[in-house]
């Protein structure tokens, strides 16, 4: 297969805040007019995320995350659609206050044999971003953990390079990691009335789009979306 790997060598800026629905109502109607829509979104413009997110027995990832480590690592790896067509792993890093992120093609059968223990063909992968989760499998025993799934529309702004996205309807499969099952049974676990807001840009945030997103009863800390998959195992 190709080698494709994509790094973002500066890190990005990124905040997520979790938002009332009639919140995310006013907000969308104001991006619409100042930003451009992400050109992969369906005619309704949100497409399906799904993740499988990787972790150890002890929870290494996710108490990492709760204790608010500056710097730490995590790995996915997502497809779009619950569908093939696309499978991506990638690897989401703080470093400071800044978010890095490294992904690289895979395959579903690829995946499969993660999800199985078969990890040996990794060792002589040409793709570094393999061969990176395969130190963390050897050394720290992270393996496929949980799915996650979840809509999303998204808005893009040129200055600045910033996207903002909304997170509707996360729902988690506990510990099934059958991802590419269509029927895969899932649970809800952000409240219905609550979307998670996610801003992300480079240097700076332009002030048009700091202007659109003065918000109220914002709670910021608590919503990674891997961290409420957890809540219920």
């Known amino acids: ?3 494709q790997t994509s790094f973002n060598p500066k890190g990005r800026n990124e905040f997520k805040h979790a938002i009332s629905v009639a919140e995310y109502r006013v907000l969308r109607s104001k991006l619409l007019h100042f930003m ?3 050109s992969n979104a369906g005619a309704n413009g949100k497409y399906l995320i799904r993740s499988t997110y990787f972790d150890n027995f002890d929870n290494k990832i996710l108490n990492e995350k709760k204790e608010g480590y500056l710097n730490r690592d995590k790995y996915r790896v997502r497809i779009y659609g619950k569908n093939d067509a696309v499978v991506n792993l990638e690897r989401k890093s703080k470093r400071n206050n800044l978010t890095f992120k490294s992904k690289c093609k895979m395959t579903r059968e690829e995946f499969e044999k ?3 223990g078969d990890i040996h063909w990794m060792e002589k992968d040409e793709r ?3 061969r990176d ?3 963390e499998i050897q050394n720290h025993q992270i393996k496929p953990k949980t799915v996650v799934d979840y809509e999303r529309e998204a808005f893009m702004y040129p200055y600045g390079n910033v996207r903002v996205t909304f997170d509707i309807k996360v729902q988690s499969s506990l510990q099934n990691t059958d991802m590419f099952n ?4 899932m649970i809800d676990v952000l409240e219905p009335n609550l979307v998670i807001l996610e801003v992300k840009y480079d240097e700076y945030l332009p002030d048009v789009i700091k ?6 009863d914002t709670r910021q800390e608590a919503y ?3 961290q409420l998959s957890r809540m219920y195992g």
Do not use: G
């Not at 269509?182 to 049974?185: A, G, S, V």
């Not at 202007?211 to 109220?216: A, E, F, G, I, K």
């Open 211 to 216: 202007y659109l997103l003065q918000l109220t």
């Open 182 to 185: 269509k029927h895969l049974p």
């Open 114 to 116: 993660m999800r199985i």
């Open 133 to 135: 989760l395969l130190f």
């Open 36 to 38: 451009r829509r992400d």
């Open 128 to 130: 570094a971003l393999m």
């Open 224 to 226: 990674s979306k891997y």
């Open 1 to 3: 297969m190709p080698i």
